[in-house]
């Protein structure tokens, strides 16, 4: 069975300084993908940025972008130039295309963002 | 695009009643749909798989009588928590397969007096 494992339940950032979120995964599957969800006190889900395990080039999304390390089963996500509105819960998750389909969620990270 | 509305996002009912929670995708046909419970300050905890025109897949220790999940058509699929008792009081999210990924409603708060 799949599992992600976010080993930092809270992390606090300076405004406009820069943060990386960690998080690690275990998976004897190939073909898969990964993401980050923020979560904000709306508790609405947002998609933050998505890897393709075949692409080994790092997504970024503007000020968003991660560290995926294949082999060491690594996903980090850093977040430059921090906002105040980054301020959440941010989820790394997994899903493969094979099988059940289902995402498998970690624990979370609660990002505090200082003014 | 790739919307999914949720209703109600927030419900009080009275113990022994039953409420209903809707997942619509908008724009898109959705054959999977799957729901979540989310107690406070914790992750998402998968319930069950929706899958259109065909029972629900739960997940262990999820009883299927209690949470009761219908998807009728490829944009609708539904919860009814039945015979609601205090401890069913949490957030619950949908969220539809869209491709390799997936869309989030905006979850339903609900609260068993």
């Known amino acids: 069975a799949q599992t992600v494992t976010q080993s930092q339940p809270e992390m606090s950032v300076q405004e406009a300084e820069t943060v990386t979120l960690s998080c690690t995964y275990d998976?004897?599957?190939?073909?898969?993908?990964l993401f980050w969800y923020k979560q904000p006190p709306s508790r609405q889900m947002i998609l933050v940025i998505r890897?393709?395990?075949?692409?080994?080039q790092n997504a970024t999304e503007n000020r968003f972008s991660v560290n995926f390390q294949k082999a060491a089963k690594s996903f980090s996500l850093k977040i430059s130039d921090s906002q105040l509105g980054d301020a959440a819960m941010y989820f790394c998750?997994?899903?493969?295309?094979?099988?059940?389909?289902?995402?498998?969620f970690g624990t979370g990270t609660k990002l505090q963002v200082i003014p | 695009g790739a919307v999914v509305s949720q209703h109600p996002s927030w419900v009080i009912c009275k113990s022994g009643t039953s409420v209903k929670i809707e997942c619509r995708s908008l724009?898109?046909?959705?054959?999977?749909m799957f729901w979540y419970r989310q107690f406070p300050k914790q992750s998402l905890m998968l319930m069950a798989t929706?899958?259109?025109?065909?029972?629900?897949?739960?997940e262990q220790g999820v009883e299927k009588d209690k949470f009761l999940i219908n998807h009728a058509s490829l944009t609708l699929s539904t919860l009814t928590v039945t015979s609601a008792h205090p401890e069913d009081s949490s957030f619950y999210i949908c969220?539809?397969?869209?491709?390799?990924?997936?869309?989030f409603g905006s979850g339903t708060r609900l609260t068993v007096v």
């Open positions: 929706s899958n259109e025109g065909s029972k629900a897949t739960y």
């Open positions: 724009d898109f046909q959705a054959t999977t």
């Open positions: 969220s539809a397969s869209r491709g390799y990924g997936y869309t």
């Open positions: 890897q393709e395990a075949y692409k080994q």
């Open positions: 998750a997994y899903w493969s295309s094979g099988g059940y389909q289902k995402v498998t």
């Open positions: 998976t004897s599957e190939s073909d898969y993908y």
